[in-house]
């Protein structure tokens, strides 16, 4: 059956209708066609072989319980459009790069949406699919609901907006170079989240995950305004080395999972929160908002988790501040905060009051390592350039006065620092 081949033709199923089709059907079939279907009401029905929409414009609407029920494969083309209204669609199989929209529901085992497909829900649908999704085009939510009872595999976009999602099955897959976008308003997320994408929360966005997300490669980013509260819990997992190459033992497991963070105020809440618990690993980056400088004693709480907070970033990326200051990375039983101290409270690494030897030995017992209470400038080392900050505010002693240390003195230093990187390098 052709709807549309040259000029335009429909096909209307109406009040209980029944129709069947033995062969395949076929809508639009040349760029000069127009098939229009509409399926409504309850009991009506097209059974159909197998269905294609081809280079012309196909309109298919399944309205007031009205069924599409294709044995074989349906085929939704560029110019493609199915509209649901509380109808159904059943089919062995759905492939499409044209537009799926609407609230109602499809039952299939896996719908492809090719690139250039989109999937759409708009105010008050709510869309359904019984199976699973492989997105490779656009799955756009701009409110209204997609519940999906088995897996979805993203490696594209969904971009969701005052919307509520729901992943079946083992949840959400984002692949590598896919990204999740909450992009406006309060957006709800049920199901697991396997992220090795991208997540993006953006201005005045709230995302809640009901269900624990997991984050392996790429990032979580959440801009000025924006929200993240994770009902369950978090965790960022480093990306293994391959077996043929050795991890150095004083190197931080390599990972590319990361959290940026821009900030444009001191919030009273942290922009991250998660009810269960926090497992850290990668890279934290935080930058600020233009007109926004940090200043002296202020606190920022990066991201909190009433189970707990476990593991640490292994490399950061903080904002400059004005002359003399630094990040004091506190990692909490629940909580991280950034706090915005004086270079001199920075380099008191043991916190008695004054910069000095003691400060010294500490920083030359960390050498080389990936991490620790010496590693003050949260590049990921203890190297010389945190040795150049304890020695820029060097007092000497806990009188309180500042002594520099003259060069005669600074000998003995420099000698102790030659002998931990002869050691540090004879063990590795």
């Known amino acids: 059956m052709d709807v549309g081949k040259r000029g335009f033709g429909s096909l209307r199923i109406l009040d209980g209708g029944r129709v069947t089709t033995a062969k395949k059907a076929q809508f639009g079939v040349n760029s000069t066609g127009r098939g229009q279907v509409e399926i409504s009401g309850l009991g009506s029905i097209w059974t159909v072989d197998s269905l294609t929409t081809l280079t012309g414009e196909a309109n298919i609407t399944v309205s007031n319980d009205g069924l599409l029920l294709t044995k074989n494969r349906a085929t939704i083309g560029r110019l493609g459009r199915v509209a649901l209204n509380g109808g159904r669609i059943e089919a062995a199989e759905i492939v499409s790069t044209g537009l799926i929209e609407g609230g109602g529901t499809i039952k299939v085992p896996v719908l492809e949406n090719q690139a250039r497909g989109r999937i759409h829900t708009s105010e008050n649908d709510h869309l359904i699919v019984r199976g699973k999704i492989t997105n490779n085009g656009v799955i ?82 959440v801009k000025p305004g924006g929200s993240v509260l994770m009902l369950e819990n978090l965790t960022f997992l480093p990306t293994p080395l391959p077996a043929s190459i050795p991890a150095p ?83 909490q039983a629940s909580k991280l905060v950034l706090s915005v101290v004086s270079g001199s409270v920075l380099a008191d690494i043991n916190g008695d009051g004054s910069v000095d030897s003691a400060d010294i030995g500490i920083l030359l017992d960390y050498w080389g390592m990936s991490k620790g209470p010496a590693d003050l400038t949260h590049d990921g080392f203890v190297d010389g350039s945190d040795f150049g900050i304890v020695l820029s505010h060097w007092t000497g002693d806990s009188s309180g006065s500042v002594a520099v240390p003259e060069p005669t003195s600074l000998v003995p230093i420099l000698a102790m620092v030659c002998v931990a990187v002869r050691r540090r390098n004879s063990a590795a």
């Open 140 to 221: 756009d939510l701009a409110g209204g609901e997609l519940e999906v009872l088995d897996a979805v595999t993203n490696n594209s976009d969904i971009d969701l907006r005052n919307a509520t999602i729901r992943f079946g099955g083992t949840g959400l897959l984002n692949e590598l170079g896919s990204q999740l976008a909450i992009t406006d308003g309060v957006v709800d997320i049920f199901g697991r989240v396997n992220n090795l994408g991208e997540i993006v929360v953006g201005r005045l966005a709230d995302a809640i995950f009901h269900d624990n997300v997991t984050t392996t490669n790429l990032d979580v980013k």
């Open 249 to 331: 033992l004083s190197a931080p497991m390599p990972t590319s999972a990361s959290l940026s963070l821009l900030l444009d105020s001191v919030y009273d809440t942290a922009p991250v929160q998660v009810l269960g618990s926090a497992s850290l690993a990668g890279t934290l980056s935080v930058a600020t908002d233009a007109g926004f400088m940090p200043k002296l004693g202020d606190s920022l709480d990066i991201l909190s988790a009433a189970g707990g907070l476990t593991g640490s970033f292994g490399s950061l990326t903080l904002p400059g501040l004005g002359q003399g200051l630094g990040w004091d990375v506190d990692y």
